[in-house]
């Protein structure tokens, strides 16, 4: 929905951070299973805990409009298996004959649980709850319902096959729903993935293909973010994106560059653009920010 | 508007203000991951990204039935801590070896893995 005036909770993130910020202790973060680091994928989560800060801005021109999406996020480990989540997006639409809008998204909050990981297996999986609070965005562009979306990820690595050129292989995955508080809003089944090909892994740990910098910290990836239609009216009904891109992963933070391409006229009928850069803040402040406050 | 950005701001700077020192991953070795060499190596090195602690990060050698070839857990080097390396024997007869390490970076931060190579 799109109203012409702008209203937001400026509180809410500095207060946010500021709770984060008290107290600390020791642990890590990152989504690491053995010798299998899972990057953070741009169009869903990671299986991991994190303590991190991504920023993913994304452009599409569809129908003679111009959609810019600027996402960010903070996450803080409250445990070494538990953390917890900040996030909104500034939202842009330009052309079409229409008005320019432009605006805060509705605020959300979330939580993960690590529910398993197997180092020797290079498995691991999270639970997690998002809210996204109604009223709390910009009139101009926020939603006037609030959502819950419970969310299961995973990661699972190859490096166990007996194919060594299969073992840089990963796969992560996320399956969970949109439940909105207003009854005339769908419900929405999300079920995304991607296919990652880890250089880094290919030369650490199978063979040395003598990549240098800065392809040696590149994983070439593809990402399918899905989302099919549960009810009301339009049941059944999926779009989603095949974004092929990839990511490069350095020591305090990581950037990745995608498209998007729509899977079918539903979804739009343009080839959109990602760029992310994801801070990883238990690198940078390992004993403050970047530390559980819980060990 | 202005709020939220200045947050974002003020987070990474506060993030990125005490010292860092990041995961530690390998960034070279010797011998390669996955090599075939003629002649058998006297000692097996790896190169880390990052600064590692020289108690707690292990380096050892097996060969194709399990048995440690390398002597001791590995050292690291006492000018160059992000040198991680291990003796091998003199005579080290053909075969295929596994080098398993483990490290503790200097913020903590644990990884672990191991690589083949192989002596004709």
Partial sequence: MLHPSTRTFWWLPPTVIALLFLGAAPASAHAIAGQRLFPSTLTFDDPGIGAELPLVFSHLHDDGIDQNDLGMSVTKPITPSFSMTAATDYLGMTGGGLPNVHGWDNFALGAVWQVYLNPATESIGSFEIDRTFAHTGSRAVRSDYSTWSPQFNFGQGLGMVHASWLRPLAITGAIGADLPNDPQVPRMLNWDFSLQYSIPYLQDFVKYAGVKAPFNKMTPLIEFPMQTCLDRGCHGQTTGYIAPGVIWIGHYFQWGVELQVPVNHRTGNSVGIMFAFDFYLDDLSPHSFGKPLFD | MRTLVGSFILLIALAATPAAWAHAFPDNSSPHVGATVAMAPKEVKVWFDGEIEPVFSTLVVKNASGKQVSTG????????????????????????????????????????????????
């Fill in chain 2, 73 to 120: 857990k590995g050292t690291v080097d006492a000018n160059n801590h992000v040198l991680l390396e291990t003796p091998l024997p003199a005579t080290l007869p053909a075969g295929t070896y596994t080098v398993y390490w483990s490290v503790i970076a200097r913020d903590g931060h644990h990884t672990e893995g191991h690589f083949p190579f192989t002596v004709k």
